[in-house]
């Protein structure tokens, strides 16, 4: 298979498929590590090909929908590490052509067909998977790069579904997956946003005046060791915990879901805890955040999946962008930074 591979020249639908299926299967009789190592060494060779990485993904997904269903629960968690893998090497794919606006486009109009809509036939188990690791593969490859406009556009699609979808299971799962992620992340999110604007504006500063002021900057570097000393470990604890996050603009992904949430052909349970969601990001973007377990709008009753199963994160107590004081209006912008930093 791998000189099929490497000498292949693109490959038409049904040779994916057929590819597709025998890879699947690869792994499905394979347990030892090691070879399914050399399974995945394939999987990113098959990304190289002059095929087109959509058309390599759209055909995995066809794939997917149609074995997920027989896989049994001692081979589950191989096929979950495979479809994060898959992912990873997509958004990989995208990130080499420096995140070109037409290629997201199709990228996102083939997993709105595939996964999202209902004609897609796509099972349960499958899309809450895929919604589970979605945001956190985006930010591992491109969180460095990617700028809060570029962040909306990646989730349009759940944003478009969560207004209109009648699956109430798919509804929660965004809420939970998307929504909360993005609004349990915001500090975390910010204080990244204003570690990069001090590093820029230390890289702007003249030599001879560091060299000036080095002895009274040592000084007061000192005295704010001393404060910061719980800070640094809470973001080793972090860093642990979520690993790199996303960049948002609250008030523009508030505009966006209010604009959906509005139309009539919204259904009313989905426009009500929409509104929730909306009311939450508005605070954001003015600096008030939510409360460290739920904030009081927002009911935490059983039946609400949305914010009742929001993960606690470390950090959320005592945090200094937390403590009711400044906060950066736009994270898009850098200029409107809070005299409390």
Request: hydrophobic fraction near 40%; proline fraction near 3%; include cysteine.
């Amino acid at each position: 298979m791998m000189s099929f591979l490497l000498f292949a020249d693109g490959f038409t639908g049904d040779e994916l498929l057929k590819l597709w299926k025998g890879l699947f299967y690869c792994l499905w009789m394979q347990d030892k590590p090691l070879l399914q190592v050399y399974i995945y060494f394939l999987l990113i060779l098959f990304f190289g090909l002059k095929t087109s990485t959509i058309s390599v993904y759209t055909h995995f997904l066809l794939t997917f929908k149609r074995e997920w269903t027989g896989i049994d629960r001692l081979r589950m968690d191989k096929f979950f590490q495979l479809v994060r893998f898959v992912f990873r090497q997509t958004f990989e794919a995208l990130k080499r052509k420096n995140w070109e606006s037409s290629a997201v486009s199709k990228f996102l109009e083939m997993l709105t067909a595939q996964l999202l809509q209902s004609s897609s036939e796509a099972p349960c188990g499958l899309q809450l998977h895929i919604l589970d690791l979605y945001l956190t593969e985006l930010a591992t490859v491109g969180s460095a790069e990617l700028t809060a406009d570029q962040n909306l556009t990646f989730i349009d699609p759940f944003c478009k579904t969560a207004a209109k979808t009648k699956n109430q299971t798919l509804f929660s799962a965004i809420c939970r997956s998307i929504f909360s992620t993005i609004i349990d992340q915001a500090p975390f999110a910010i204080e990244d946003l204003m570690k990069e604007v001090k590093a820029a504006e230390a890289s702007e500063e003249d030599e001879t005046q560091i060299k000036a002021g080095k002895s009274s900057e040592e000084e007061e570097e000192e005295d704010d060791d001393d404060d910061d000393d719980h800070l640094e470990e809470d973001t080793e604890l972090l860093s642990d915990d979520i690993g790199p996050v996303l960049q948002f603009d609250y008030a523009a992904l508030a505009d966006k879901l209010f604009e959906l949430a509005r139309r009539n052909s919204t259904p009313g349970q989905n426009r009500q805890r929409l509104y929730k969601v909306i009311k939450v990001l508005r605070d954001l973007s003015e600096g008030v955040f939510p409360e460290s377990e739920y904030p009081e709008e927002v009911s935490t009753d059983e039946d609400d999946e949305m914010f009742g199963s929001r993960r606690r994160m470390k950090r959320g107590r005592g945090h200094p962008l937390m403590m009711g004081g400044g906060f950066i209006r736009n994270p898009l912008h850098h200029y409107a930074l809070s005299s409390a930093m």
